[in-house]
């Protein structure tokens, strides 16, 4: 199995997420980091513990990580999408373990160094924790194989201002940090995670299946659906999340993922979170212009919810 560190900001996708690499064979999850995003990063930890123990990896270290992004004040997340709790107001059973003594940056820093050139990075909430471990150790992107980052929008709009996707938007100058540090990178963006859906028929199945988890993801998903319903509807969800975790995990097919510079909005302007991808290229018909680039997710094949949800319930 490859070792996968997860940084995630639980959070209903990132509970799908979690899942997913859960019951992943070829993964070896070694470690998740916890930061603010959906929730604050200390309800993302308590959910990601309580989440791990009912999917019987309480062995799995959770690390606290950022409560305040880079250059400003976390101020309170999305609750209307994910509840205040992060869990769509449904209390996970209290598991009995607490985060580690580590910061999320420290046991990223400290998985890479472990194990170089092996280690994958699938990051779901701001970059956060991965800016700053990139400022305990500048050589992570030579010790880590590879990452993969849900966040972003290179042509889709954005889903918190006309521009920007929330975990960008939540930190920009992590992103742009990030982006820029010459890891293996590949971004999940709104451009392909918007046209992959969990429907109600998904979610029964999850209640029928009846055990603790899938029954527990079923009650959490119904306020997820709700906040949809709004936008396509119908009560149903799109696939943030466990999208990037398939496509660490190589059970999503990238039909189009041009090699191209991204460079993120910082400022303070309308345009702030905006991840400015060039892909002027392909107009031209040479897409992978520039082979150091991030790899930027434009289409996927196939349907990815169907795919979750034969995995969850196997
Ligand atoms: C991203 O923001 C968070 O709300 C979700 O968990 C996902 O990671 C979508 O924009
Ligand atoms: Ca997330």
Do not use: K
Not at 216 to 237: D, H, I, M, T, W
Not at 248 to 271: F, H, K, M, N, Q
């Amino acid at each position: 199995p490859t070792p996968v560190f997860l940084d995630c900001d639980t959070g209903v996708d990132d509970a799908l997420a979690i899942a997913w690499l859960v019951a992943s064979p070829g993964v070896d999850l070694v470690g998740v980091g916890a930061v603010s995003g959906n929730v604050a990063a200390a309800t993302g930890a308590r959910n990601t513990l309580d989440l791990l123990a009912m999917l019987g990896r309480e062995d799995v270290p959770v690390h606290l990580g950022a409560h305040d992004f880079l250059d400003h004040p976390f101020t309170g997340g999305a609750p209307h999408v994910h509840g205040a709790d992060g869990t769509g107001g449904v209390a996970l059973p209290r598991a009995v373990t607490e985060v580690s003594g580590t910061s999320a940056a420290q046991a990223l820093v400290d998985a890479a160094r472990a194990r170089p050139g092996e280690l994958r990075l699938l990051a779901i909430g701001p970059l956060t924790n991965v800016a700053l471990a990139l400022e305990v150790e500048p050589e992570l992107p030579r010790l880590v194989r590879e990452v993969v980052i849900m966040g972003g929008a290179a042509m889709a709009p954005g889903n918190v201002t006309a521009v920007a996707e929330a975990n960008i938007h939540n930190d920009p100058l992590a992103a742009a940090r990030v982006l820029d540090a010459g890891f293996d990178l590949t971004v999940v963006g709104l451009d392909v995670t918007m046209h992959q859906r969990f429907e109600e028929e998904h979610r029964r199945a999850l209640l029928a299946a009846g055990t603790p988890v899938t029954r527990a993801l079923g009650e959490v998903l119904e306020f997820y659906f709700a906040f949809y319903a709004q936008r396509f509807g119908r009560p149903c969800s799109v696939l943030h999340d466990p999208l990037a975790a398939g496509v660490l995990t190589g059970d999503v097919a990238l039909a189009l993922a041009p090699r191209v510079p991204v460079e993120v909005d910082t400022s303070d302007g309308p345009g702030r979170g905006q991840t400015i991808a060039d892909l002027r290229g392909l107009y031209h018909g040479f897409p992978d212009h520039f082979p150091g680039a991030p790899r930027v997710a434009l289409e996927v094949e196939g349907d990815f919810g169907a795919v979750l949800l034969e995995r969850l319930l196997t």
